[in-house]
């Protein structure tokens, strides 16, 4: 069986892919927000850590996992590492481009967390950001940007309530570019605040702040777990996983 842990659209895609290959497989997600049904068998939930998962790779006949979780999800991703490596199963990773080579990246400011994203912003002289950095780092930015009139977008809202001066926009995408020129001259931004999730689907945002004329504050990627094979795309993950499953 092929354990994906999942959590993107990679995942989900992958999943699509195997199911129609006939290919066992199971697609794990964490379950913090809500998740667009997937092909096949689903599992949701977490592991208990390093040792839970390992034993879940032992118990279970897991022949290759594939991490297709999300760039940010860092601790799952070493978790993943870990096991795998005391289970002695194969690991994948999927791992989209990130946003580096894109036309307007070296007019950005990259900074390393959230503080510090927090931070640029002020340094900017920003009056209207838009952040779109996930409900769970949301409130990183308070008491930071309390008195900036903030406009947060998520997927879902936080577990706390907002500053008194922000706004939250509670909205799902994929958005088309239209969508986010509209929103930019709308509410007037001139900062964006994002992470560097790479994919297309999330890009648009990128060049509606440069339509707008707004700066970026983009929040870089941790390294990965070292030693693991990493791939590009769900297409260069099918032809890596024939390696372990033609035998």
């Not at 503080?115 to 949301?138: F, I, K, N």
């Amino acid at each position: 069986m092929i354990l994906i842990l999942g959590g993107t659209v990679e995942g989900r895609l992958l999943a699509e892919a195997l199911a129609g290959l006939g290919a066992p497989h199971l697609l794990s997600l964490a379950g913090r927000t809500a998740s667009t049904p997937a092909a096949g068998p689903v599992r949701v939930g977490g592991f208990g850590g390093v040792d839970g998962l390992t034993d879940f790779l032992r118990g279970n006949a897991v022949a290759v996992v594939v991490d297709a979780t999300h760039p940010f999800a860092t601790t799952m991703s070493r978790n993943a590492a870990d096991a795998c490596r005391a289970a002695g199963v194969p690991l994948i990773r999927v791992e989209r481009p990130g946003w580096g080579t894109h036309e307007s990246a070296g007019a950005w400011a990259w900074v390393d967390d959230h503080p510090a994203a927090a931070a640029a912003v002020l340094d900017l002289g920003a009056r209207r950001p838009l952040l779109t950095v996930g409900r769970l780092h949301t409130l990183d930015y308070s008491p930071a940007l309390d008195a900036l009139p903030v406009l947060a977008r998520v997927t879902e809202p936080p577990d706390r309530d907002l500053p008194q001066a922000w706004r939250l926009l509670v909205s799902r995408g994929p958005f088309t570019a239209a969508d986010e020129s509209l929103l930019f001259t709308r509410e007037g931004i001139d900062c964006l605040v994002t992470k560097d999730s790479g994919g297309g689907s999330t890009a648009p945002k990128l060049d509606a702040a440069a339509r707008a004329g707004a700066r970026v504050v983009i929040v870089r990627r941790s390294p990965g777990p070292a030693g693991v094979e990493t791939v590009g795309s769900v297409a260069d993950c099918l032809r890596t996983l024939e390696r372990f499953t033609s035998a």
